[in-house]
């Protein structure tokens, strides 16, 4: 007699690999035995990113034993990001759930991650438990996003597990995954977070060790912050430190022609001072109403993909009735 299945949605597992054949045979064991208690039905979908090593024969061989095992394979590496968008096309899953194939994160934990799901929340973002290396780097990291995003998650760089409309109204640059969590809760949805035991990796090293990513990730933050708080009203933004430029080059205008005509001094350089100041705040109006431009075709773009979202939904509603 097979088990219960309490939730009515399927649950896509998607798990980027790059140059992990140590740990494929093993990760599809313990997703087995997840699958055989789980409250739901599954697909284990890996995405092979260009690995040099064994790791797509080691899937191809699991896929051959388990018949929830699905893959695709890049050809060269895209990167996690790239990865991930890949996997959100091919699932056939209602619920994606993002899990690496190194054995940090254990299978077991997948129906933790997904409960909430069931309870309404729209995505469900993993809380790293335990002793790791870089967790100095990491608690700084996800302290200062909680500041600019004021999200209320302690771990933006985790595991998740999220609606597919999550997905289907945020769009992705590169390495933006580990934005999820706010650019979720910018849209409207409803976060929520789990506690995750994170355990040493047995085999294999790690795919993140530059030194070069914590720049660039403070960088993406502040693209992600600016995208998602400035880029509303983008010529309001600029237009208010243009204007206070253009009025920083008024008040040093009035005092280079006070020196002028009332004491008798020149003074060139304030004369270049605002021709800079009334520079930067035309400049900067000028940026607004480009960024004006670009907001009105994103917002567009936006709204076809929701509307496109919306007639997939119907014609899924009709085709069940």
Same mark, same amino acid.
């Given at each position: 007699?097979?088990?219960?299945?309490?939730?009515?949605?399927?649950?896509?597992?998607?798990?980027?690999?790059?140059?992990?054949?140590?740990?494929?045979?093993?990760?599809?064991?313990?997703?087995?035995?997840?699958?055989?208690?789980?409250?739901?039905?599954?697909?284990?979908?890996?995405?092979?990113?260009?690995?040099?090593?064994?790791?797509?024969?080691?899937?191809?061989?699991?896929?051959?034993?388990?018949?929830?095992?699905?893959?695709?394979?890049?050809?060269?590496?895209?990167?996690?990001?790239?990865?991930?968008?890949?996997?959100?096309?091919?699932?056939?899953?209602?619920?994606?759930?993002? !899990?690496?194939?190194?054995?940090?994160?254990?299978?077991?934990?997948?129906?933790?991650?997904?409960?909430?799901?069931?309870?309404?929340?729209?995505?469900?973002?993993?809380?790293?438990?335990?002793?790791?290396?870089?967790?100095?780097?990491?608690?700084?990291?996800?302290?200062?996003?909680?500041?600019?995003?004021?999200?209320?998650?302690?771990?933006?760089?985790?595991?998740?597990?999220?609606?597919?409309?999550?997905?289907?109204?945020?769009?992705?640059?590169?390495?933006?995954?580990? !934005?999820?969590?706010?650019?979720?809760?910018?849209?409207?949805?409803?976060?929520?977070?789990?506690?995750?035991?994170? !355990?040493?990796?047995?085999?294999?090293?790690?795919?993140?060790?530059?030194?070069?990513?914590?720049?660039?990730?403070?960088?993406?933050?502040?693209?992600?912050?600016?995208?998602?708080?400035?880029?509303?009203?983008?010529?309001?933004?600029?237009?208010?430190?243009?204007?206070?430029?253009?009025?920083?080059?008024?008040?040093?205008?009035?005092?280079?022609?006070?020196?002028? !005509?009332?004491?008798?001094?020149?003074?060139?350089?304030?004369?270049?001072?605002?021709?800079?100041?009334?520079?930067?705040?035309?400049?900067?109006?000028?940026?607004?109403?480009?960024?004006?431009?670009?907001?009105?075709?994103?917002?567009?773009?936006?709204?076809?993909?929701?509307?496109?979202?919306?007639?997939?939904?119907?014609?899924?509603?009709?085709?069940?009735?």
């Amino acid at each position: 007699m097979g088990i219960e299945r309490r939730y009515a949605f399927l649950v896509t597992t998607i798990v980027p690999a790059l140059n992990e054949e140590g740990n494929i045979d093993e990760f599809c064991r313990q997703y087995a035995e997840m699958m055989a208690t789980a409250p739901f039905e599954s697909e284990l979908l890996f995405i092979d990113d260009g690995s040099t090593d064994g790791t797509l024969a080691k899937i191809r061989e699991a896929k051959k034993q388990y018949d929830f095992i699905n893959y695709v394979s890049h050809p060269r590496n895209r990167g996690l990001t790239e990865s991930l968008l890949t996997g959100f096309s091919v699932a056939k899953g209602d619920v994606f759930v993002f !899990y690496p194939a190194d054995l940090q994160y254990k299978p077991e934990d997948i129906p933790s991650l997904v409960e909430p799901i069931s309870r309404g929340a729209d995505l469900s973002t993993g809380w790293k438990q335990g002793n790791y290396n870089k967790a100095l780097v990491s608690s700084i990291y996800n302290w200062v996003s909680r500041k600019i995003f004021k999200v209320k998650v302690h771990d933006l760089n985790s595991v998740k597990a999220f609606r597919r409309e999550v997905v289907e109204q945020i769009f992705l640059r590169r390495d933006w995954h580990r !934005y999820l969590v706010p650019l979720a809760d910018n849209e409207g949805f409803r976060v929520d977070e789990v506690k995750i035991p994170l !355990y040493d990796r047995e085999w294999g090293s790690s795919k993140f060790g530059s030194i070069w990513r914590i720049p660039v990730g403070v960088l993406d933050m502040l693209a992600v912050k600016f995208q998602i708080s400035f880029l509303r009203k983008p010529l309001l933004f600029f237009g208010s430190i243009g204007s206070v430029f253009f009025l920083l080059g008024f008040l040093v205008g009035l005092w280079a022609v006070y020196l002028k !005509y009332w004491c008798g001094e020149t003074q060139l350089p304030l004369l270049y001072l605002v021709i800079l100041l009334t520079g930067l705040g035309f400049g900067l109006f000028l940026m607004g109403f480009m960024a004006e431009g670009q907001t009105a075709i994103k917002d567009e773009v936006s709204e076809l993909r929701k509307r496109l979202i919306f007639q997939r939904s119907d014609k899924k509603d009709t085709d069940n009735s």
